[in-house]
């Protein structure tokens, strides 16, 4: 990889382990060639919302941002969450089946999301007559919100998968499972972006640079353990491995045809729904076509 400016790009992503594990090489100078990174930490809603203010130079958003971005913002084709048997849970206090949620509440973590958008499609095809309000609670009061009886229901991501049962509650359905079942694609998480400003040429090698960081977190994974527990708000170290396992796969190497296909068979659904603006028809090409 050839050498690039020595300012530091402004790039932000969220403390979880896949996307230290992703990021860890770069952020410490061990990819040849690549530029140094000024890194912020962020939860993903927080740096949707900086794309939709065009601040930063790289972000890791959620796919369900994008057609709110993607005139300022293109769409990296590595270094973000795809994959499959890893979508966002619907928990509710007592075992129920997915219809006794009709015009239940509903608490999510935000509703500019993927989880977001995959529970509305399922939604639409499961719960008869539709939910009845939706509430935005931060992540960590959504589980004690629906043990405590506040909510009827929770949609959770990430680390939850493993711990929900802890609240004593249960698993009213699996949104990955119900997209993966009605399109047979993977499932889109979060994406990398990084400003069209920049130009094809860097674009191509931050693209380049993210490639590299994951092969070399995989070749050496115990090179990153130190950045991804530094920063992994106290999760026990083995449920930071099968956070890293399930969402650091060959979709955050590369999107591929089948990655690609997946986000825009979701944000067309969604946009059928109403729920984003449609895209337009080049919008995820990647290297981006001049302006």
């Known amino acids: 990889m050839e ?12 403390p979880c382990p896949n996307d230290t594990f992703v990021f860890d090489a770069w952020a410490h100078g061990r990819v040849p060639g690549a530029p140094p990174l000024d890194v912020t930490f962020a939860d993903i809603d927080v740096t949707n919302g900086m794309a939709e203010r065009g601040e930063g130079d790289v972000l890791k958003v959620s796919y369900a941002v994008l057609p709110w971005i993607l005139d300022e913002y293109a769409l990296l084709p590595c270094g973000g969450a795809l994959g499959r048997g890893c979508g966002p849970l619907v928990l509710t206090r007592d075992a129920v089946e997915p ?3 009709k015009g239940g509440t509903v608490a999510v973590p935000s509703e500019r999301s993927t989880a977001y958008l995959l529970f509305r499609l399922w939604a639409a095809d499961e719960v008869p007559g539709g939910v009845g309000e ?4 931060p992540f960590h009061e959504i589980m004690p919100a629906v043990r405590d ?5 929770g949609l ?9 049962q802890e609240y004593g509650l249960h698993k009213a359905a699996d949104m990955g499972e119900h997209w993966e079942h009605t399109t047979g694609l993977p499932i889109p998480l979060g994406a990398i972006v ?16 993210a490639r590299t960081s994951v092969r070399m977190a ?4 115990e090179a990153s353990r130190p950045y991804v527990l530094e920063h992994a708000q106290e999760m026990d170290p083995a449920v930071a491995d099968q956070h890293i396992g399930l969402y650091v796969n060959e979709f ?15 944000l067309t659904r969604a946009a059928a729904e109403g729920l984003v603006p449609p895209l337009r028809d080049e919008a995820l090409a990647f290297p981006p076509p001049p302006a």
């Open 99 to 101: 219809g006794a949620l």
């Open 156 to 164: 959770v991501i990430h680390e939850a998968r493993f711990t929900y």
């Open 134 to 137: 939706v509430i935005v609670l």
């Open 149 to 153: 009886g506040r909510v009827d229901a």
């Open 218 to 221: 995989w070749e050496d994974p």
């Open 252 to 266: 955050t190497a590369d999107l591929g045809e089948n990655g690609v296909a997946a986000v825009r068979g979701l």
């Open 194 to 209: 990084a400003r069209r400003s920049l130009g094809t040429a860097t674009l191509t090698e931050l693209a380049e640079a």
């Open 3 to 14: 050498s690039m400016s020595t300012a530091p790009l402004q790039i932000a992503y969220s």
